[in-house]
């Protein structure tokens, strides 16, 4: 796997996931700053991505923990008026929109 890490003068960061390789996350990983997605990146169950900044996937993103997709997705039909809301609102849960 292949992540390249800047830190940038003003001390924010950014990681870059290239497109020949795979990231797997089982535990908890938080990147403080964005994060840029080119490869494959799959979070299994009980796993946590969490990106300060911006989430940018060019890439593949799975998320292999279906209650907690379908918990999230019925918590936002509830409260949603909408499509486009709806995709707002499961983008906010799942921590790719900020």
Same mark, same amino acid.
């Given at each position: ?48 991505? !969490?990106?300060? *900044? ?6 593949? &993103?799975? =998320?292999?923990?279906? @209650? $907690? ?5 019925? !918590?936002?039909? *509830? ?6 809301? &709806?995709? =707002?609102?499961?983008? @906010? $849960? ?5």
């Amino acid at each position: 796997m292949t992540l390249i890490i800047r830190k940038n003068a003003d001390g924010s960061g950014e990681v870059q996931h290239t497109d020949t390789t795979e990231a797997a996350v089982g535990g908890r990983v938080n990147i403080h700053g964005s994060f840029k997605n080119t490869g494959k990146v799959k979070v299994f169950r009980d796993g946590r991505l !969490e990106v300060d *900044k911006d989430f940018l996937n060019d890439g593949e &993103l799975f =998320i292999n923990d279906p @209650e $907690k997709i379908k918990q999230i997705i019925i !918590e936002a039909l *509830k409260t949603t008026s909408t499509l486009s809301d &709806l995709g =707002i609102k499961i983008l @906010e $849960k799942l921590n790719l929109l900020q």
